[in-house]
């Protein structure tokens, strides 16, 4: 069955180091997003794909940064990770097509940074 | 950008009980999702529902885009309800759509 994984799923970090969620999806879809969940915040698109060498800026990229290099991949990376940054994050894809955006999560990955 | 708010924030049901959980926004849309994450943080889609009505097993869907709401109804509740459940809503383009996402509507369900 097609799906979207994600890896870590749990991770201890240390105040300025650089840290990398992985997001893999076979679904094959054009789309992929990435969100982070906060109590009291619900969830917040940091950053988006629509495709291969397509990246843009959600409501809280500040401190992420994201590449496409191929459909199935979208690796979040936090340059210097920051407290603010602990938070549980979820990876996301979607056919994209003009039809339809149902979106598709990938089970999430719960970054502390000490 | 759009604004999204549900309510209520909390619900407490017992078992066997209906409910609607509501889904206003400030703007126009034409992609709207319902979403329920369970207790181990698993967010599964339940309804893609930009307008109209939709059924699954107890569980139903109406949107409403011109007064800009959507509303989920559970009935006959089950433990295994228990969660928070997100609206979602966004405008669809050529290429995809970014969903903007309610606070969530936390149910519990006691035996």
């Known amino acids: 069955d097609a799906e979207i994984t994600q890896s870590p799923r749990h991770k201890i970090t240390e105040t300025g180091r650089q840290v990398t969620l992985a997001c893999h999806q076979t679904?094959?879809?054009?789309?992929m997003f990435w969100y982070r969940q906060d109590l009291g915040h619900g969830l917040r698109l940091i950053h988006y794909?629509?495709?291969?060498?397509?990246?843009n800026k959600g409501e809280v990229s500040d401190g992420y940064s994201v590449s496409r290099s191929n459909t199935e991949d979208l690796p979040l990376t936090l340059e210097s990770a920051a407290s603010s940054q602990t938070s549980v994050y979820f990876c996301?894809?979607?056919?994209?097509?003009?039809?339809?955006?149902?979106?598709?999560f990938g089970e999430g990955s719960r970054l502390t940074v000490l | 950008g759009i604004q999204v708010e549900q309510s209520p924030p909390d619900l407490i049901l017992q078992e066997g009980a209906n409910s609607t959980l509501r889904c206003n926004f400030s703007?126009?849309?034409?992609?709207l999702q319902w979403f329920h994450q369970n207790p181990w943080g698993q967010l599964i889609n339940l309804f893609y529902?930009?307008?109209g009505t939709k059924q699954n097993g107890r569980l139903s869907a109406t949107t409403v885009a011109t007064e800009r709401y959507s509303l989920l109804y559970i009935s006959s509740s089950q433990t295994t309800d228990s969660g928070v459940y997100f609206c979602?809503?966004?405008?669809?383009?050529?290429?995809?759509?970014?969903?903007?996402f309610g606070e969530g509507t936390q149910l519990t369900v006691n035996p």
């Open positions: 979602a809503v966004g405008v669809l383009e050529t290429s995809g759509s970014r969903l903007t």
């Open positions: 794909s629509y495709g291969v060498q397509d990246t």
């Open positions: 529902i930009p307008s």
């Open positions: 679904w094959n879809h054009n789309n």
């Open positions: 996301a894809s979607s056919t994209g097509t003009p039809s339809t955006g149902e979106l598709f």
């Open positions: 703007d126009s849309v034409n992609n």
